[in-house]
C-alpha cells in the first residue's frame, strides 16, 4: 500500500493472528493503555442473537472500552467486503474526532484488507449468474462452488473456507465477468485508508500451545450451550441464518440432525477451528509490515511489548 502518512497521523492499531490467540485479551490491554476504542473486524461476530460460538466480548470486557461493528447484521442477512470497510471506515473517523485510538481485531483478513488497502474495482453483480450457482450448489453439494473456484483461481480459493458460498459466488463472478483471476485483480486499482499511522501487530504462539486452546474453546462451546443455541436459530430462521454454517454452529447443527454423535460434534469442530487457524496464518503471513509476536494475546509480557510498540 502506496503510503502518503506523517507522524502527524494518528495511530491506528490491527491486531492479527488466528483463532484462539488471544486477540480480545490484547485489544482490550491496548485500549486501556492507549485510550482505544475496539472495532470488530470478524464477518461472523457482527451478526445479532450469534453469541457462543462467535467468541464475541463478554458484556464485562465490552463495558472497559467502547466496541465497534458488533452485532450489526441481522441473522439471514449478509455483509460484504466492500460494505464492512464503508461501515468500518465511518466508525474510524468518529474515533478518530474524539482524538481516541482505532484498535481494529479480527480474524477475517479479507475485511481487514478491505479496510486498509481498498477493494479492486470488480465487474456488477449477476443475479442470475448467483441463482444458477446457488441451484448448481444446492444439487452437487457444499464442495462444488470451491471445486469451479480453484480451476478458476487457485489462489483465491485458497483464502476462502470451501463453506463460505457468498464469498465463493461472488469470487466466481469475478473471474467470469472481468475474465480475469480474482487474486491478481486484488492490488489493482484499490484506495487504501489514508489519514491513519498504521501499527500492525501479529499474534503467533506456538502451534501445538494454540491447538490445545482451540481444542479447548470447542469444547466448552458445547458445554456452554452451543447446541441449545443452535437449535434456537433454527427454530427462528432455519437454513437462512447465514453463521449456522460456520465453526462450531455447523457440526453443532449435524449433532441436532442425527448425523453425528455427540463426543464426534466437538470433535469435528475442533479440527474444523484447526483448519481454520492455518488458513489464517497463511493469509495474513501476506500481510506487509506486521510486526509478529511469539505468544499469545492474554499474556502480560506479549501485551507489554504490544503497548511498547504502539506507543513507539
Known sequence: MESSLS????LLVAILGPTASGKTALSLALA???????????????YREFEIGTAKPKAEERAQAPHHLFDIVEP?????????ARQARAVLGEIKS???????????????????DGLFPGPQRSEELRERLRERAAKRGSGYLHKILRR???????AIH?????????????????????????????????GFRIRKIGLN????????????????????GLVEETQSLLAK?????????????????????GELEREDAISAAQQAHRNYAKRQMTWFRRETEVEWIAGFGDDSDVQGWAIAMGKK
Request: aromatic residues 6%; proline residues 5%; glycine residues 10%.
Open 7 to 10: 507522524v502527524a497521523d494518528p
Open 32 to 46: 486501556r493503555a492507549l485510550h482505544g476504542e475496539i472495532v470488530n473486524c470478524d464477518s461472523v461476530a457482527m
Open 76 to 84: 439471514t442477512g449478509y455483509i460484504t467486503a466492500g460494505e464492512y
Open 98 to 116: 474524539r482524538g481516541h485510538v482505532p484498535i481494529v481485531v479480527g480474524g477475517t483478513g479479507l475485511y481487514l484488507r478491505a479496510l486498509l
Open 152 to 158: 478458476l483461481d487457485a489462489s483465491a480459493a485458497g
Open 162 to 194: 470451501p463453506n463460505d458460498s457468498p464469498k465463493l459466488i461472488r469470487a466466481i463472478e469475478v473471474c467470469l465477468g472481468s475474465r480475469r483471476q480474482m487474486s491478481e485483480m486484488w492490488s489493482e486499482g484499490r484506495e487504501g485508508l489514508k
Open 205 to 224: 504462539p506456538e502451534r501445538e500451545a494454540l491447538y490445545g486452546r482451540i481444542n479447548t474453546r470447542a469444547r466448552r462451546m458445547f458445554e456452554a
Open 237 to 257: 430462521y432455519g437454513e437462512a441464518a447465514r453463521p449456522l454454517s460456520a465453526l462450531g454452529y455447523k457440526q453443532a447443527a449435524q449433532l441436532l440432525r
